[in-house]
């Protein structure tokens, strides 16, 4: 199948795919990679009379509570399972897990339908903003320690410490330690060595414009280009970068 040449993934689903693991069986060794793009950030919420800690771990504690972890089959449902994983959170006791998208989730949770949602998203997110809006410190966006990161890391080099600084949502005064793990540009092996360098010179050197377009592109470098991409370089953007000193 050749239905699409680029493609815009999580980097967890690049590794997964370039190695025939996670949940895809068979290996997509004609993928190579353009560029790291903007951080996904995770947001772990959680109803704030439900934490002890203000961590991650807090969701060991809900006893079934219904919690959202996205739609089926998304990058937010796999990624999330993912950490509960690593994180030993038996999400199958812990929690009784709801399937919905992100503005839906941020509706369940002011309505008290659930007590939590996982929604992974460059920040500022909409939906993240809504809830914090109306139910202010009554939720409680979830950090994550050093150690913690270190498990997430177990099998692939992705999640990184993020700040989550005082004012990016509406009545946050304190930094949040959230993580995020980048989503990547890919590429089919077989595209064109100048079609591919031409595409990574535009990316980096029209950045201002997607910077005037979504504050979470504002993250993003040529310096940290490479940093959480599991899947080779297409040899086009290996020039581009060759010739830009990075």
């Given at each position: 199948m050749n239905q699409a040449q680029f493609a815009l993934i999580l980097g967890i689903f690049g590794a997964w795919a370039y190695g025939g693991s996670g949940p895809i069986v068979n290996p997509q060794e004609n993928l190579r990679s353009v560029s790291a793009m903007w951080p996904n950030v995770e947001h772990f919420v959680l109803k704030s009379d439900l934490t002890t800690t203000g961590t991650i771990q807090d969701l060991k504690n809900l006893n079934g509570g219904p919690y959202s972890i996205g739609m089926r089959n998304s990058g937010a449902e796999f990624t999330g399972f993912y950490i509960f994983d690593a994180l030993d959170i038996n999400w199958s006791e812990e929690l009784s897990v709801a399937y919905m998208g992100y503005g839906?989730?941020?509706?369940?949770?002011?309505?008290?339908?659930?007590?939590?949602?996982?929604?992974?998203?460059?920040?500022?997110?909409?939906?993240?903003?809504?809830?914090?809006?109306?139910?202010?410190?009554?939720?409680?966006?979830?950090?994550?320690?050093?150690?913690?990161?270190?498990?997430?890391?177990?099998?692939?080099?992705?999640?990184?410490?993020?700040?989550?600084?005082?004012?990016?949502?509406?009545?946050?005064?304190?930094?949040?330690?959230?993580?995020?793990?980048?989503?990547?540009?890919?590429?089919?092996?077989?595209?064109?060595?100048?079609?591919?360098?031409?595409?990574?010179?535009?990316?980096?050197?029209?950045?201002?414009?997607?910077?005037?377009?979504?504050?979470?592109?504002?993250?993003?470098?040529?310096?940290?280009?490479?940093?959480?991409?599991?899947?080779?370089?297409?040899?086009?953007?290996?020039?581009?970068?060759?010739?830009?000193?990075?």
């Open positions: 839906p989730s941020a509706n369940a949770l002011q309505d008290g339908n659930i007590v939590g949602m996982n929604v992974p998203a460059g920040p500022p997110v909409t939906a993240i903003t809504r809830a914090y809006a109306l139910l202010g410190d009554e939720m409680t966006i979830l950090n994550f320690t050093e150690e913690e990161i270190k498990s997430l890391n177990y099998e692939f080099p992705l999640w990184e410490s993020y700040e989550l600084e005082p004012g990016t949502y509406p009545t946050q005064e304190e930094t949040i330690n959230t993580v995020a793990s980048p989503n990547i540009l890919i590429v089919r092996e077989d595209v064109p060595e100048k079609i591919v360098y031409d595409m990574t010179k535009m990316l980096w050197e029209n950045l201002a414009t997607l910077q005037e377009i979504h504050s979470a592109t504002d993250s993003m470098s040529i310096d940290s280009a490479l940093a959480g991409v599991t899947v080779p370089l297409h040899p086009g953007a290996y020039r581009y970068y060759c010739r830009a000193g990075s």
